[in-house]
């Protein structure tokens, strides 16, 4: 070979009498840059390069689509749109660690739960917002369908001919007003979703890439704290649960705005009747809530046994050769099945409560309206018309959904808090293990005045080898 671009000379003595040099080539086993592609993180997204409209629409998912159908079965992983540069896993782990450490005392820098408030907080707060500002375009509607019912309720005249309360250019001009406030409270509600699944997926990326880092910082004996059932509980449930409940902010933040909205403008149109209502609606609320929380007790405890029987799972497993051996299938499976049964006691009184909260929630408001109705009939005496019903019902609806969904939240937000507290309680364990740096001169064997041969090639040893055999 000869010495050229891309090679480097190497020397080396023999015998210490004769030498010798040979060329190498320096890039063999390195990529050819100037025909690689780039890396992916340097290819733009389409979301990026997208205009403002394509991104109020979400057309700029449109070529995936149509990417997608054109592969039908052979669409893989290489099919899928780049990701942001700031999405990127190494990115979100990047940021967290910034915030969420153990310092050389071995305590962490704030909790965990403020390091996913720092880490998300900004782009969840903008979700929010647009989504409450779509909630408020909802509230127009009301008005209009008022309008439009108005449009086709005859009223008798003098002249004993039925004439309508509003013209049908006000029921067209309603019309068209609907339908513009609809898309726009949807192309807002999409994006601010948009934001919240990002963001959802950002603290998912950084407590797992946290939990899967841990096990290479602490010594055996910190790990040795955790079971191999736990530390599964905590990647598979755990993890999943901060994802699940984080992608859930948004339709939490519009609650206040759907209860405080709807009670206004049903006062507006009923009276003090709808206080009434809210009372009893608030009242089952409450009740729901303590429904929850029971359940909430019960989960605990059924996450403890699940722990346990993870715990009897792994360690039969470790020893299945030892079980098979001596036929103790029949005792190991009593020993996990004990906790199992009693984990079913506790999915058993779970499934019951949840079966009456969602009886409490869905039954007293349907019942709630319809004695609204009543009151303001035979209370007050006044006419309930066709437009105020109208008016009044899909208020209703949204009240109801509001606070049937209250004490799901605070399940939700409880459920949350436990995860990232088991999570933390792992991630704050002292980090004891130290990198060996390694001197130059450790290990190093040095080797003088020596001379090695070889009588014969390798080749011809294996071949002598192979006929002896």
């Not at 992983?77 to 005392?105: C, G, S």
């Not at 008005?143 to 029921?171: H, K, M, W």
């Not at 959802?200 to 040795?224: H, Q």
């Amino acid at each position: 070979m000869s010495e050229g671009i891309g090679t480097k000379k190497v020397t080396f003595k023999v015998d210490n009498n004769d030498s010798e040099s040979i060329c190498v080539d320096d890039n063999v086993g390195k990529p050819n840059q100037e025909n690689q592609d780039p890396p992916v993180w340097q290819k733009e997204s389409p979301e990026e390069s997208a205009s403002l409209i394509a991104k109020l629409s979400f057309s700029w998912v449109f070529p995936f689509f149509w990417r997608a159908v054109k592969q039908g079965e052979n669409l893989d992983f290489t099919h899928l749109d780049v990701t942001r540069n700031a999405e990127r896993p190494e990115q979100y782990l990047k940021k967290v660690r910034e915030m969420f450490f153990i310092d050389k005392d071995g305590k962490p820098s704030i909790s965990l739960r403020q390091g996913l408030v720092g880490l998300i907080g900004k782009d969840i707060f903008g979700s929010m917002l647009l989504i409450n500002v779509a909630v408020l375009f909802g509230y127009i509607n009301p008005f209009l369908i008022e309008i439009i019912v108005q449009v086709c309720t005859p009223v008798e005249t003098d002249s004993n001919e039925n004439d309508y309360v509003r013209g049908v250019g006000a029921g067209v001009a309603a019309s068209f007003g609907m339908a513009l406030t609809g898309f726009t409270s949807v192309c807002l509600a999409q994006i601010a979703w948009h934001v919240g699944c990002r963001c959802a997926r950002g603290a998912y990326i950084a407590v797992s890439s946290l939990l899967y880092e841990k096990p290479s910082v602490i010594t055996n004996t910190e790990m040795s704290s955790f079971s191999e059932g736990e530390i599964v509980n905590l990647m598979a449930i755990d993890c999943q649960t901060v994802f699940q409940v984080v992608v859930l902010f948004n339709l939490f933040a519009i609650l206040p705005s759907i209860v405080l909205g709807s009670v206004g403008l049903l006062f507006y149109a009923l009276g003090w009747p709808v206080m009434v209502l809210f009372a009893v609606l608030l009242a089952n609320t409450f009740f729901v809530d303590f429904l929850s929380k029971k359940v909430t007790k019960l989960q605990n405890k059924k996450n403890s046994l699940s722990d346990q029987r993870g715990i009897r799972m792994n360690e039969s497993l470790q020893g299945i050769r030892t079980v098979k051996l001596n036929a103790w299938e029949g005792f190991v499976k009593e020993r996990i099945m004990s906790f199992r049964r009693k984990e079913a006691v506790q999915l058993w009184y779970i499934a019951g409560l949840r079966s009456l909260q969602f009886f409490m929630s869905n039954a007293v408001p349907l019942l709630s309206m319809i004695g609204t109705f009543m009151l303001h009939r035979y209370a007050i005496e006044e006419e309930l018309t066709v437009e105020t019903v109208f008016f009044s019902v899909p208020l209703f609806i949204q009240l109801s959904f509001g606070l049937v969904f209250i004490p799901n939240m605070l399940n939700e937000y409880r459920r949350y808090r436990v995860s990232v507290d088991r999570l933390e309680k792992f991630l704050i364990l002292k980090e004891e293990y130290k990198d060996r740096v390694i001197d130059s001169t450790d290990g190093s064997v040095t080797i003088e005045d020596v001379s090695l041969a070889w009588s014969r090639s390798m080749k011809e040893s294996d071949a002598d080898q192979e006929n002896d055999d």
